[in-house]
T-cell receptor, first 113, second 111 residues
Framework: GNSVTQMEGPVTLSEEAFLTINCTYT??????LFWYVQYPGEGLQLLLKATKADDKGSNKGFEATYRKETTSFHLEKGSVQVSDSAVYFC????????????FGKGTKLTVNP | DTGVSQNPRHKITKRGQNVTFRCDPI?????LYWYRQTLGQGPEFLTYFQNEAQLEKSRLLSDRFSAERPKGSFSTLEIQRTEQGDSAMYLC?????????FGAGTRLSVL
């Protein structure tokens, strides 16, 4: 079945540091890929998405590129802020049918001033 | 657009009791999903509705769980004879594909 593997956390960085959170997936065909973010006490919010190979999703300074050859969708940000502290989830969905999301376990990021 | 609304936000119950959660999706979205999230894990799919039709159910959804979406609007998730293992965050999402919009969830604690 489909699955998503995320880098284990927690991750602690200083403000303005570079962020990478690794995500790899297993799926048949060409899934859509997502990064969702969960701030404390809030629901999941879509951060960015990519629906086909080589697409780059970007939002709020975060980027991720859909790499079919390495089945990866790593999240990056050049300079993190304290306000980026949250839990980040990588997810995929398969076109057709329910298009339910399959999530990784999440990576908790803490950014210190 | 007020977003996806879930009620209650928290529910504490005793083992063996029945509980019901409600989800109000974004009004124009015809797809609705329920997920369960336990501590330290990502959300796991429970069930999916397109309008009022329940089209897919996960094996996680035991006989004690039932979900409805009358008239294709709000949805309810009922758990009968709750067990301690049911303690989790229950998330609802609505969608125009491929993006799903999540509510804040209902946190269930079974004592």
């Amino acid at each position: 079945g489909n699955s998503v593997t995320q880098m284990e956390g927690p991750v602690t960085l200083s403000e303005e540091a570079f962020l990478t959170i690794n995500c790899t997936y297993t799926a048949t065909g060409y899934p859509s890929l997502f990064w969702y973010v969960q701030y404390p006490g809030e629901g999941l919010q879509l951060l960015l998405k990519a629906t086909k190979a080589d697409d780059k999703g970007s939002n709020k300074g975060f980027e991720a590129t859909y790499r079919k050859e390495t089945t990866s969708f790593h999240l990056e940000k050049g300079s993190v802020q304290v306000s980026d502290s949250a839990v980040y989830f990588c997810a995929l969905s398969q076109e057709g049918g329910s298009e339910k999301l399959v999530f990784g376990k999440g990576t908790k990021l803490t950014v210190n001033p | 657009d007020t977003g996806v609304s879930q009620n209650p936000r928290h529910k504490i119950t005793k083992r063996g009791q029945n509980v019901t959660f409600r989800c109000d999706p974004i009004s124009e979205h015809n797809r609705l999903y329920w997920y369960r999230q336990t501590l330290g894990q990502g959300p796991e799919f429970l069930t999916y509705f397109q309008n009022e039709a329940q089209l897919e159910k996960s094996r996680l959804l035991s006989d004690r769980f039932s979900a409805e979406r009358p008239k294709g609007s709000f949805s309810t998730l009922e758990i009968q004879r709750t067990e301690q293992g049911d303690s989790a965050m229950y998330l609802c999402a609505s969608s125009p594909i491929p993006i799903q919009y999540f509510g804040a969830g209902t946190r269930l604690s079974v004592l």
